[in-house]
Structure formats: structure tokens, C-alpha cells
């Protein structure tokens, strides 16, 4: 089983819908977490850390439930420039930081 | 504002050969770390260094090696290229937290492709 496990996509959603992407992960000692976004060919990008308390950005919301291991981030009135592969990401903690990438989550919005 | 810089952005290489990139942290970055991205995979982490001594290490290939220089700039050489090399390599950079919240930022890429 994979340590960070994805929604399966890809989402086609038009613009100005909310659209709600679910992952998991296996480590319960995992300290960290975050939504990176990744552009075709190109690096992944900080998008949010995901607290315990839930946290939004703008239009981003991410959640996050230790009890059952399991994150979520939801876009609300989704722009075409939101098109990208969603990646989550575990920091299992201990001195090295190293993070753990789940296979990302693609979506594209359509006009 | 200063980003992760890595170098070549492409590079080709027959099999068997031997290949090496370069990272340069985001200056006062004490950390630096090695992903591989296959076609349509997720990154998967190789290596990472904590100020110039190696901290941990993923599924990196006995072939490939890498270290951390007084500079912190990095290399990871590869060497007896396979097909199966050919990816997107990222470096990433970031200031250790003690909290384990690191957060890391990526530079652009190294696409390898070996034919």
C-alpha cells in the first residue's frame, strides 16, 4: 500500500464549480502536511500547509483528520488557471524533513 | 527573490554513460534534497543533505551518488545510465525546521533522458 494515496482523476469540472480532492496517508507518526501544485513539465509549487484546525486561503480550504489520517482540499468557484495535477504531501517528521508524494490528483477546468 | 537553481535544464545521454547535475540552493537554505519524477509518476525522493552530511536516503540507486559541498551547492552523479533514468530530477531547498514543517521549494528541474 502506498504511503499517500490520491483521489483517482482526472476532475473535469467547469469554471466557477467547487471541486473537493481526498487523500490518505498510512504513517500515523506523519507531523506534516501539504497541498503542492504541479504544472505539466514543470515543479511543484507550495500551494498550503494543512493544519489541524483547517485552514483557507482565498478560495482554497485544506483539512486535515489525524483520527482517521486523512486530508482534503477543496477549490471553490474554480478558474481555468486552476487546471494542474494536486499533489499531497506528508512530512513523516524526524530530523530529516523528507516529504512524501502521493500520485496528485489532476484537474482540469473547462470554460 | 533568489530561487532553487539547478543545471542543465536537459541533458541527453546514451546508455551506459555517466551524467551528473547541479543544484544551488536558495541562499542561507541549509538543506537540500533529490527527487526523480518518471513519466506520469509522482516524485520520488532520493536523497537529502543537512548542512554538506547526507541525512537521509530514499530509493536511490546504488549507480547514483551524490554530495553536498562547502558552497551547498549540490551534485548527484549518475553513472551506467539506463533507459529507465530518463526523468525529471528536482532539486528542492529549505531551511530545517526542528518541528519536522519543512517546507521546501523546487527548482525547475533537470530533464534527463537517456536513449
Known amino acids: 500500500r502506498k504511503e499517500v494515496e490520491q483521489d483517482p482523476g482526472p476532475f473535469n469540472v467547469p469554471e466557477g464549480a467547487t471541486v473537493a480532492f481526498n487523500c490518505t496517508y498510512s504513517?500515523?507518526?506523519?507531523?506534516?502536511f501539504f497541498w503542492y501544485r504541479q504544472d505539466c513539465r514543470k515543479e511543484p509549487k507550495l500551494l498550503m500547509s494543512?493544519?489541524?484546525s483547517g485552514n483557507e486561503d482565498g478560495r482554497f480550504t485544506a483539512q486535515l483528520n489525524r483520527a482517521s489520517q486523512y486530508i482534503s482540499l477543496l477549490i471553490r468557484d474554480s478558474k481555468l488557471s486552476d487546471s494542474a495535477t494536486y499533489l499531497c504531501?506528508?512530512?513523516?517528521?524526524?530530523?530529516?524533513?523528507?516529504?512524501?508524494f502521493g500520485k496528485g490528483t489532476k484537474l482540469s477546468v473547462k470554460p | 527573490a533568489a530561487g532553487v537553481i539547478q543545471s542543465p535544464r536537459h541533458l541527453i545521454k546514451e546508455k551506459r554513460e555517466t551524467a551528473t547535475l547541479k543544484c544551488y540552493p536558495i541562499?542561507?537554505?541549509?538543506?537540500v534534497y533529490w527527487y526523480q519524477q518518471g513519466p506520469g509518476q509522482d516524485p520520488q525522493f532520493l536523497i537529502s543533505?543537512?548542512?554538506?552530511?547526507?541525512?537521509d536516503k530514499g530509493s536511490i540507486p546504488d549507480r547514483f551518488s551524490a554530495q553536498q559541498f562547502s558552497d551547498y551547492h549540490s551534485e548527484l552523479n549518475m553513472s551506467s545510465l539506463e533507459l529507465g533514468d530518463s526523468a525529471l530530477y528536482f532539486c528542492?531547498?529549505?531551511?530545517?525546521?526542528?518541528?519536522?514543517?519543512?517546507?521546501?521549494?523546487f527548482g525547475a528541474g533537470s530533464r534527463l533522458t537517456v536513449l
Open positions: 528542492a531547498s529549505s531551511l530545517m525546521a526542528h518541528s519536522g514543517a519543512n517546507v521546501l521549494t
Open positions: 504513517n500515523s507518526a506523519s507531523q506534516s
Open positions: 494543512v493544519y489541524s
Open positions: 504531501v506528508v512530512n513523516q517528521g524526524g530530523s530529516q524533513g523528507n516529504l512524501i
Open positions: 541562499p542561507r537554505h541549509d538543506t
Open positions: 543533505f543537512y548542512e554538506k552530511m547526507q541525512s
